[in-house]
């Protein structure tokens, strides 16, 4: 059936399935059933490590039979609905309603719509409330989970944190479950129990007269607050030894290792920075061998040592000794995604580059010192010079340098600095190049600051639509330098982030007013519909500004203080105010700074 359609749509391959290395199991072999779905398009999904992680320990599991799914494309959507095509699992095009868990995986608030879009494909109703025992158990995970209460109403329960253990534990009770033949109100409060594991159902949430959440309480025996789960032992957690190998090009096609989970620095706008915390690292034996097998099992030829700063991790020099003649004899590159300026080693680079050389990136955030000490990035403009001069030395000519506009107590002479630093990056160049015939290309990129639960940050203000718009035409104006590339993100974009990422459940109903609209991929420039948004929330009496661009008040209630990321509130908003006061705080391996994650090692000490 589906086979006739794929000739009509853009990229059929996405719809295809049969991979290398995709899992087929026979239906009659398995008790469980589960639906991987990642609200976005296959490049994208096909390119999150999460997801291949947890599709190879679902499927590792005898008893479980997991398949990918992803959101259908627009043209593809249509042909689905014309034909009563349900939405179907890769691996056996089965429709996922017929499945006994759909699980998602939600990295950015702007794919809410989709979850909703692919519930409906799937012939389920999107509301959680109005989902009988007949229906598959809908869970959600990653780092949205942060806050999960704008989607609270479409998602039965949530993991909180870190899924390879908790996955299993649910999987058992899930097969327990379907041999009692029990009922789904029984399985959730029998899943409640388990550590991470958070069923809004079973939550009321009352409001003040101002709009702000007056209390979260729990109903039965529902936990008052549902701690985050962490991987205690990092070094022996699960890891595939292969990957689906896409038959169509994908955004990240390559083979990944976690060196690390959590991250030493504090940069205080960071959500990830912060809810990976405690800091836990792999051995390099480890990060070797696993890095060696996917790569023997995959055919890839590049190997990327990820996660959120690579250049911190400390058996990095080791690591790489243990992989450079191995990969160098297969032609194998080894990818930095992340490199921090104030310790990058052009030694190392070299020695990288020797197979392949990869673009340089910096993320200096901030203009000036008094912003980067605002919000702890501590790296100096002199860090970020000698890094450029040492890359320019070896013969780079090309650099890409990530800022954000909009941040706390920024002024216009913040933004300037932008554009003097870029100058001074091109004299640098000027100085230090040896290949001057080829020029140079310097790329400016600014996203725009949104405040994130979880964070220091998580009590200011999103500056004004108008404000992020009259920031980035006055940057322009500053940008006309020779050899600068300058380009900034769509600030409507970064203003609907901001609402979702710290709205309440009262966001529900604007979501599935959007999606009934016909809203999808709001992370696409060509679907993004800001103007259906503001309609939807003004529909709902909701005002974007409460949530977005709203100073909180020291104590109040935010509509995640029942979830707990592993950082102290306590601790964040210390942070809060050595910001405000310009004043920076070391990083992990100078000195712990007590944020509170090392008690989630039950005893254990970060690897700081
Ligand atoms: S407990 Fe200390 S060392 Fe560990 S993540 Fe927090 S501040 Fe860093």
């Known amino acids: 059936m589906l086979s006739k359609f794929l000739p009509r749509v853009r990229k059929p391959a996405r719809y295809c399935g049969g991979e290398y290395g995709s ?19 296959y490049e994208v999904g096909m390119s999150h490590l999460g997801m291949k992680i947890l599709y190879s320990l679902y499927n ?31 691996e056996s095009r089965d429709s996922i309603r017929d499945f006994d868990c759909v699980a998602f995986t939600i990295q950015y608030e702007l794919c809410y719509t989709n979850i909703l879009n692919m519930l409906d494909l799937a012939g389920l109703p999107v509301k959680s409330k109005d989902r009988d025992n007949s229906c598959p158990l809908v869970i959600a995970g990653g780092p949205c989970t942060c806050n999960p209460e704008p989607i609270a109403d479409f998602i039965d329960l949530f ?27 029984e399985l959730l409060r029998r899943a409640s129990e388990l550590e991470g594991v958070y069923v809004p159902s079973m939550y009321t949430v009352l409001y003040n007269d101002d709009g702000t959440v007056k209390s979260v309480t729990p109903s039965g025996d529902a936990k008052n607050i549902i701690t985050k789960r962490i991987i205690t032992d990092f070094d022996n957690v699960y890891y595939p030894d292969s990957f689906v190998v896409p038959s169509t090009e994908v955004i990240h096609d390559r083979v990944m290792v976690e060196v690390q989970r959590g991250c030493i620095r504090g940069c205080r706008f960071c959500q990830a920075g912060h809810t990976y915390r405690p800091i836990r690292e792999k051995k390099a034996a480890t990060l070797a061998r696993q890095a060696k097998t996917l790569a023997e099992n995959t055919g890839y030829e590049e190997i990327s040592l990820t996660s959120l700063s690579t250049s911190d991790y400390k058996q990095l020099k080791e690591l790489v000794d243990e992989l450079i003649d191995w990969c160098r004899e297969r032609h194998i590159s080894i990818a930095l995604p992340s490199q921090r300026a104030d310790n990058f080693s052009m030694e190392l680079m070299q020695r990288l580059q020797a197979v392949r050389r990869t673009g340089l990136t910096f993320a200096p955030e901030a203009g000036t010192q008094r912003l980067r000490d605002v919000i702890n990035k501590n790296i100096t403009e002199q860090d970020l010079l000698n890094a450029c001069a040492i890359a320019f030395r070896a013969g780079y000519n090309s650099v890409k340098l990530y800022f954000m506009i909009g941040l706390p107590t920024e002024t216009d002479e913040d933004l ?84 979702m990422a710290r709205g309440d459940r009262k966001i529900s109903d604007v979501i599935e007013l959007a999606w009934r609209k016909g809203v999808r991929f709001d992370a696409w420039d060509e679907h993004f519909r800001p103007s259906f948004w503001r309609e939807c929330f003004a529909e709902a009496n909701l005002d ?31 942070e809060y105010d050595r910001a405000m006061e310009g004043i920076v705080s070391p990083d992990c391996r100078t000195e712990c700074s007590m944020c509170g994650a090392m008690e989630l090692l039950g005893g254990g000490m970060c690897d700081a």
């Not at 899992?23 to 398009?41: I, N, Q, T, Y």
């Not at 398949?67 to 349900?86: G, K, S």
């Not at 899924?163 to 033949?181: A, H, P």
């Open 23 to 41: 899992v087929v199991k026979a239906r009659s072999s398995v008790e469980l059933r589960v639906a991987f779905c990642f609200p976005d398009v």
């Open 60 to 90: 590792s599991l005898p008893y479980v039979w997991c398949e990918r799914c992803f959101a259908p494309w627009p043209d593809m959507e249509e042909l689905m609905r014309e034909n009563n095509i349900p939405l179907f699992g890769l």
């Open 159 to 185: 993991v909180i944190g870190e899924g390879e253990e908790v996955s299993v534990e649910l999987m058992e009770l899930m097969k327990q479950g379907k041999q009692e033949d029990i009922t789904k109100s």
């Open 416 to 499: 300037e600095g932008i554009a003097t630093l870029a100058q001074k990056v091109l004299y640098t160049w000027r100085e230090s190049s040896v290949k001057k015939t080829r020029g140079v290309t310097i790329t400016i990129g600014t996203a725009s600051f949104v405040p994130k639960p979880g964070t220091p940050f998580q009590w200011c203000a999103q500056d004004s639509l108008e404000e992020l718009k009259r920031k980035q035409s006055f940057l322009v104006s500053k940008m006309k330098i020779k050899n600068v590339t300058f380009n900034y993100h769509d600030a409507e974009v970064s203003h609907l982030e901001g609402v």
């Open 544 to 574: 974007m500004n409460f949530y977005a661009c709203r100073e909180r008040e020291k104590d109040e209630v935010f509509p995640w203080e029942h979830i707990y990321n592993g950082v102290t509130r306590e601790h964040l908003r210390k």
